[in-house]
């Protein structure tokens, strides 16, 4: 993976990446996981985005350069993932939603439990960064030069694979069509609407 690849808008990466694999390495062993869901959210532009009011100290990496991991904490609970995309200096990101293990899977299991499935041991963004073992000290990693958390590219997905759809979860410009996924993929989370979604060009 280069940053060639990744210098471009949130919308145009979010279905480059699947297939692409995120590898984190810790004490505990190494995970790496298949991307077959994103989400893309467009900064300043985009409402549903951490950065839509502008730059701080929390949504700073969001901002450039890409190939580097925003990380932030979901309702207090989860850790989501974040590969940042764009140009320096203008906030774009891709959340990552989901994915399939492909290597270290019983690390993977340990973490998540040992009665989870399969399939739905990265299934969610929140689940995702839990297989993997990434926390807050992964916020900033460089994904393409790093050696904790790297970004590579996977097996080719056909395009015809590709499936586009509303984003998940979010209050603000729900309807906007920038979540991709692998069609028919059992680790691809459910769709859910927010019951806090705001209607359109609210």
Known sequence: MNVDRLAHPAEEVAPRLLGSVLTCESTEGTVSIAITETEAYSGTADPASHAYRGRTPRNAVMFGPAGHLYVYRSHGLHWCANVVTGTDGIASAVLIRAGRVIEGEDLARERRGEKVESPRLARGPGNFCQALG??????????????????????????????????????RAHDW??????????????????????????
């Open 177 to 202: 069509q920038h979540r991709f996924y692998l069609a028919g993929d059992p680790t691809v989370s459910a769709y859910r609407l927010s019951p806090r979604a705001k209607p359109a060009g609210a």
């Open 134 to 171: 990434i926390t807050a000290e992964h916020n900033g990693a460089d994904l393409l030069t790093g050696t904790s958390v790297m970004l590579s590219e996977g097996e080719p997905v056909p395009g015809a694979r590709i499936q586009v759809g509303p984003r998940v979860g979010v209050s």
